[in-house]
Each structure stands twice: as structure tokens, then as C-alpha cells.
């Protein structure tokens, strides 16, 4: 669908799985940037270009590309809960296969639950389950 989708990574190496690595590795439309961060994007209707940052030169250059799909990351942003949920030591939630935690009528679902493979369709159905444990919590108030 594209003539060519170029990855800029912030570390100085991919971390997908070895599988996706290799999948990007033999694809020759897959250009990867190590060690680079988007530094801001330009453009007026549509994307137009990306100035990005090598981190260890502090090299500065424009990149013209026809659109930018950012990922994140997989910290959990979980700072807002102030200490009074308990979470694991990646700062991901704990809680039961109900999706509840230890607290009555707290909850929690998708990436930001301990022991989340962090997929979408795991994501929907730890969703789907904690709306049944909110409706079976409300009733029982």
C-alpha cells in the first residue's frame, strides 16, 4: 500500500519480538532510523515533513514524508491514581480476572492491567469484562 515506511526508533536497537524484527529486516520498504526522535511535524492541509534529531550527533534534518503514525510507547499512565491503587513494578494495576482491584468499584482494563499481553482484542474483552463488573457492583449498592 506504500512505497516505503521509515521507523524512527529512539534507542540504539529495535525491541519488537525477534519474529517482527525479522518480518522488518527482509522487507525492503522498511528503512529504520536508530537513535533518532521526531522533533516536530510540518505541513499545512496534510503532513508534509518530519524534522528529527539524532540523538548522539544532535544532527538536526527534515525528512519529507505523506503522513506520521506515532506509537506511544507501553509505560502505563497510571501517575494520576497518586499512590492509591496498587500497582506492580511496572506501574501497571493489579487486578483479578474480573478486572477489579483490591478497592470496591475501582477497576481497571486493557495495557494498564497487570499481566496485559497489551493487544487491542485483549484490551476490548478486559473492556467488555469490566463493564459486567461494574453493572454487577452497582447492582449490589
Known amino acids: 500500500m506504500v512505497s516505503k515506511v521509515i521507523v524512527i526508533e529512539l534507542l540504539p536497537c529495535i525491541s519488537a519480538t525477534k519474529i517482527l524484527q525479522e518480518r522488518a529486516f527482509s522487507n525492503s520498504k522498511i528503512e529504520i532510523k536508530y537513535g533518532t526522535k521526531i522533533e516536530a511535524i ?10 528529527i534529531l539524532d540523538v548522539q550527533t544532535e544532527e538536526k534534518s527534515l525528512l519529507k514524508v505523506d503522513g506520521v503514525l506515532i506509537h506511544v510507547g507501553i509505560e502505563p499512565n497510571t ?15 493489579l487486578a483479578n480476572e474480573r478486572m477489579e482491584t483490591e478497592i470496591p468499584g475501582i477497576l481497571a482494563a486493557g495495557d494498564v492491567r497487570h499481566d496485559s499481553p497489551c493487544q487491542i482484542s485483549t484490551a476490548v474483552g478486559d473492556g467488555t469484562t469490566a463493564a459486567l463488573s461494574v453493572i454487577r457492583y452497582l447492582g449490589g449498592l
Open 42 to 51: 510540518y505541513g499545512n492541509d496534510q503532513v508534509e515533513a518530519v524534522e
Open 79 to 93: 501517575d494520576f491514581l497518586g499512590g492509591n491503587v496498587p500497582l506492580n513494578e511496572k506501574g501497571q494495576i
